[in-house]
């Protein structure tokens, strides 16, 4: 019953008037108003009994409905000082980290390697290092001059306000001057980072030195390529930095996020590694032509699975020279021996192969299985130059309650669509505290939480409501499951930020975490999940270019907006 229905219901004057009328107003009650009293309610019983009650029933509700309020207010209340103790505790964590920070200063680099590289060798994070350090230093040394190059430049330019006349020729020749150099810098890392993505080094096969074997022995030589930007449907060989300028106080940007991507390669590419889709008969047949034509016509070394490597040699004993691997731990290897990866399959066998790197990964060339042309394809990509799509892949830690820093992790997963914190078997509500960088984002109730790749956007993300982002747009999606919340909107985040989610200390049931789809993990209260952007993308071959791909995918695969065309017959604009 409403609130309005039950104020019409009081104002019902007769049953008032009959009552008011057995209380005389000097107050005595003698016997005959006691008796017109009697009378009064005798007939008010008879006449309108539920009338009376009504009126105890209503106070009761609205007692009740007193109660209620300020019941949702403490529970309001108590969930608002929940979140904010929350708050402050993160807060408190991050304090005592950055002091435990400050004081191993100097160890956490080392800290870091250790959980991240040194598990499968030391030769493995010595190649890592001698990539890393000359490019810390040019990142620092670059830094360090457009922090002098800014500092100057505003000088000039108070003084320049300061005599009321703001030079600007100056300005750009200053400008100019930081671009070249920016430029010169450029120009300068030599062989590591040009143009501001990395160019592969020629590395060489480590294992071949202590392998007596005669064809092993040989130098296996990893082929480089350079990434360039493709400028107004031209290829522009050199990519140029985005241009902030702050003149007069507006600011104008020459240019704006990533463009088409270009490989070109240097020398020739002689070693790939073919991943295939298990029990498909079409996939195997394709693997068999495939192999052997890379072997016969290309010249090229060919690497697969050793599940694929037995099916090849049941096949023939020919495929003796197709090279796989014994031991799990040389698949950390691989990235310094491939120079492209084939992947024979559908998305899942691209997620496959790029869950097989842990670190860079080699082009990944992805083949459907109706790929009858698969030379006329596999010989334009060998030659190059191709267009690529740089797949960003989200570093995902899982920081347990007990751990005394946040650096004190399990061995983190790269994910090329998503992360997926839900409720696994538990039929409770999971219940997550979000947190982007600092700041409290919101707490999810409900089956879980997706953070996904712009990649991963066409996935389960998708599928839970998320928008579909071009690959190439930088970001991450945080897209709710089912929430139990009218007013709960996916949100994206852009790709700076760590993203950390928490299971409170009060919640229910523990959460789980899945990555691609894989490897779940329990999150027990005050476990953590920390994500951000992973510094290796995943680059994939185009066909055409990436939004082209993107495109046709998204109307092929998921047939979106598709729709009946309207006839072009009945009524019209002018008939109306
Ligand atoms: N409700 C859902 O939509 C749902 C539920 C669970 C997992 N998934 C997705 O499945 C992925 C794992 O794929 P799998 O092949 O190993 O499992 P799978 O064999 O169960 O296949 C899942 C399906 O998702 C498609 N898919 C995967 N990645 C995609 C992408 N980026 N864009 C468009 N479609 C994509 C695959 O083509 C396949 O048809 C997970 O990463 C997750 O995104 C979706
Ligand atoms: N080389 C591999 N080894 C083990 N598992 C693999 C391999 N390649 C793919 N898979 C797994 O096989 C499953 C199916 O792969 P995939 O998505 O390629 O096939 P599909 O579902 O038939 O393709 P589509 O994307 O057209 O639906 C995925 O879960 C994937 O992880």
């Known amino acids: 019953m409403s609130p309005s229905k039950l104020d019409s219901t009081d104002s019902f004057g007769h049953e008032e008037a009959s009552v008011s009328c057995s209380k005389p107003e000097n107050g005595c009650v003698d016997s005959l108003s006691i008796f017109h009293s009697e009378k009064a309610v005798e007939e008010l019983l008879q006449q309108t009994p539920v009338a009376g009650m009504d009126e105890h029933l209503i106070e009761f509700s609205e007692a009740l409905r007193t109660v209620a309020k300020a019941l949702r207010r403490a529970a309001e209340g108590k969930a608002s000082a929940q979140a904010e103790a929350a708050e402050w505790k993160w807060r408190y964590e991050l304090e005592r980290t950055r002091n435990i920070q400050m004081e191993q200063k100097g160890n956490n680099n080392c800290e870091m390697l250790r959980h991240w590289w040194i598990r499968s060798s030391l030769d493995n994070a010595m190649d890592m290092l001698r990539i ?16 002098r190059i800014a500092e100057a430049r505003m000088a000039e330019q108070f003084s320049a306000e300061k005599n009321g006349d703001l030079d600007c020729e100056r300005v750009k020749n200053s400008d100019n001057q930081s671009m070249l150099q920016n430029e010169s810098n450029e120009h300068s890392e030599t062989g590591c980072m040009k143009h501001g993505i990395w160019s592969h080094e020629v590395l060489r096969d480590r294992e071949s030195d202590s392998n007596s074997n005669a064809d092993r022995n040989k130098i296996m030589r990893k082929a480089s390529f350079k990434l360039s930007w493709w400028c107004n449907g031209e290829n522009g060989d050199q990519h140029k930095h985005d241009i902030v300028s702050f003149e007069r106080g507006n600011i104008t940007t020459a240019e704006r996020s990533s463009k088409q991507i270009s490989l070109k390669w240097e020398s020739d590419p002689q070693t790939v590694l073919i991943l295939t889709k298990p029990n498909s008969v079409s996939v195997r047949i394709l693997c068999v032509q495939m192999v052997r034509w890379l072997r016969e016509r290309k010249k090229l070394n060919v690497y697969v699975e050793p599940r694929v490597k037995v099916e090849l040699l049941a096949e023939s004993s020919n495929f003796s020279y197709v090279q796989t691997w014994k031991d799990d731990s040389e698949i950390s290897h691989l990235h310094m021996k491939v120079d492209l990866v084939i992947t024979l399959g559908g998305d899942g066998t691209v997620l496959w192969a790029a ?13 459907s299985l109706d790929s009858e042309h698969f030379k006329d394809c596999l010989d334009s990509v060998l030659r190059g130059p191709i267009s690529i799509t740089l797949r960003h892949r989200l570093l995902c830690r899982v920081v347990r309650d007990a751990a005394k820093n946040e650096y004190e992790t399990e061995e983190p997963f790269l994910v090329l669509n998503e992360v997926t914190i839900d409720r696994g078997i538990s039929s409770y509500l999971t219940n997550l505290e979000c947190y982007c960088d600092n700041s409290f984002v919101t707490c ?4 879980g939480l997706i953070l ?26 945080f897209t709710p499951i089912c929430p139990h919340s009218l007013s ?49 993308p995943v680059p994939t071959a185009c066909q055409v270019d990436s939004t082209n791909d993107f495109l046709r995918s998204i109307h092929d695969g998921l047939h979106w907006n598709l729709r009946k065309t309207q006839s072009f017959d009945g009524p019209r604009d002018r008939d109306l």
Request: proline share 11%; aromatic share 10%; charged share 15%.
């Open 488 to 536: 709960f909107r996916p949100l994206i985040l852009p790709e700076h930020v760590t993203v950390r989610i928490m299971v409170p200390f009060n919640s229910r049931s523990p959460a789980w975490a899945s990555f691609d789809g894989k490897d779940r993990k329990l999150l027990a209260a005050g476990d953590a999940l920390l994500c951000s952007m992973a510094p290796w």
């Open 444 to 447: 999810v109730q409900g089956d």
């Open 452 to 477: 996904s790749t712009t990649s991963g956007s066409t996935a389960y993300s998708l599928a839970a409501g998320g928008s579909m982002v071009h690959p190439q747009v930088p970001g991450i999606l």
């Open 132 to 147: 890393m350090l000359p490019c810390l230093f040019f990142w620092e040394v670059g830094k360090e001059q457009n922090k």
């Open 355 to 367: 869950s097989m790197f842990k670190g860079p990964v080699p082009p990944i060339v992805p083949f």
